[in-house]
């Protein structure tokens, strides 16, 4: 450690020197006032120890205690005092002063110094930490509350059909040992451009944190501003809004890119455009047997956007049985690992296992089932991706 010394008796600073400058601890001493505050500017100090009669008597030594305080406010400030003045301490106390020695007519006080500055610094340096740490929760939760503002709230289905929908974000831990709950880039959205077309998108942006929660932000707003007519063309509607992607220097900043998967349900011929940018394919259960398949391949995916202006989507078309569901999803429902593994993941198999046995409950109960099930097989250590799901059924259980 890196200790700096303020001493108006030159036999004892040497002693001071001596004693303090075991293990390789770097000690400075100064014994005038000019030294010391020229020192305490170099900065990089990890404690500082003053005489209280330093450089000659207390009322010099409290405005060199306040440069103390004000140049390093991470460093603790320990002061020796004699017993005779130790009535003088509150007025440094008053002023942030926590830690104080009492000078012994033997000396014998100096063998407390070192202990006394150790302990000084890992408190300080835990207090610090934790004031970190609280700062970090602060803006994480506030970039978390600006993303999940855009997410929809009270979704209203057209007749015929249920939507239920969820996002959850990414926990880690940091400074403190508390979980916190990580902005991400995770979106989904649900509307109805006309009486008979209802709209679902969900997304991911790469990478967590504002970066990745203004990327989302980006595209929620480029796909408010497109004309409703342009909805029907899941293709044309995706290549657009990867253009303007690739125009914008949030989501290009470092290499981003968002996935994307875009879907329009036609509810009176009860069929399902979709085009995929990178995402996910759809899988589709038919509720009288449970059955569980995707609704295309991987081979139906395009390149995410934002990566190259004039990559090209196709559009995709399925029927939507009666007495049947569709799960829209991002990665993270998949990629939610294992507690005792870095590479056993929830996976598919986990998704079609939980459809499967939920089918019979209603469409709120499966979701909130397959988020359960996904959190579980973390075994408790938490998701470390942030996880959207769009759940969307037409007709009732036992049709088709």
Excluded at 85 to 106: C, I, N, Q, W
Aim: with cysteine; glycine share 8%; hydrophobic share 40%.
């Amino acid at each position: 450690m890196k200790v700096l010394v303020a001493w108006n008796v030159p036999d004892e600073a040497d002693l001071l020197q001596l004693y303090l400058g075991v293990d390789e601890n770097e000690v400075v001493v100064c014994l005038t006032a000019e030294a010391f505050v020229q020192e305490i500017r170099h900065g990089g100090w990890d404690a500082v120890l003053m005489s209280l009669s330093f450089p000659e008597n207390v009322d010099q030594c409290f405005p060199l205690f306040q440069v103390v305080r004000e140049e390093l406010p991470a460093a603790p400030a320990v002061v020796v005092c004699r017993p005779d003045e130790m009535v003088k301490l509150a007025r440094f106390m008053t002023s942030g002063l926590r830690y104080h020695v009492v000078r012994d007519p033997d000396g014998d006080f100096v063998f407390l110094l070192l202990s006394l500055l150790d302990s000084a610094i890992d408190t300080m340096r835990a207090e610090e930490s934790r004031k970190l740490a609280d700062r970090l929760r602060e803006e994480m939760e506030g970039v978390r509350r600006l993303q999940e503002s855009i997410i929809p709230q009270g979704i209203v289905a057209p007749a015929g059909y249920d939507v239920v929908a969820r996002y959850m974000p990414a926990e880690v831990t940091v400074l403190g040992g508390r979980p916190v709950a990580m902005a991400g880039g995770d979106y989904y959205n649900i509307f109805s451009p006309d009486p008979h077309t209802l709209v679902l998108l969900i997304g991911d942006a790469s990478g967590h944190g504002l970066k990745a929660c203004m990327s989302i932000m980006a595209m929620h707003t480029l796909v408010r501003m497109i004309p409703g007519e342009q909805y029907r063309d899941t293709a044309r509607f995706v290549a657009e809004i990867n253009r303007r992607l690739c125009e914008n220097s949030i989501v290009q900043s470092e290499g981003g890119f968002i996935t994307l998967l875009f879907a329009t349900i036609d509810t009176e011929r009860h069929t399902m455009t979709w085009t995929s940018a990178g995402h996910p394919v759809p899988q589709v259960q038919r509720l009288a047997s449970g059955d569980v398949r995707p609704i295309g391949s991987d081979d139906d995916t395009g390149l995410p956007l934002a990566i190259l202006a004039d990559a090209e989507y196709t559009a995709q078309e399925c029927p939507v049985p009666a007495g049947s569901r569709i799960l829209m999803f991002s990665d993270g429902l998949t990629d939610a690992l294992s507690r005792n593994s870095a590479t056993d993941s929830f996976g598919l198999a986990g998704i079609v296992d939980t459809l499967r046995a939920s089918c019979r409950e209603p469409l709120e109960s499966a979701l909130d089932r397959l988020f359960h099930d996904s959190s579980e097989f973390t075994g408790g250590a938490g998701r470390h991706d942030d996880t959207s799901a769009v759940l969307f059924q037409r007709g009732t259980i036992g049709q088709g």
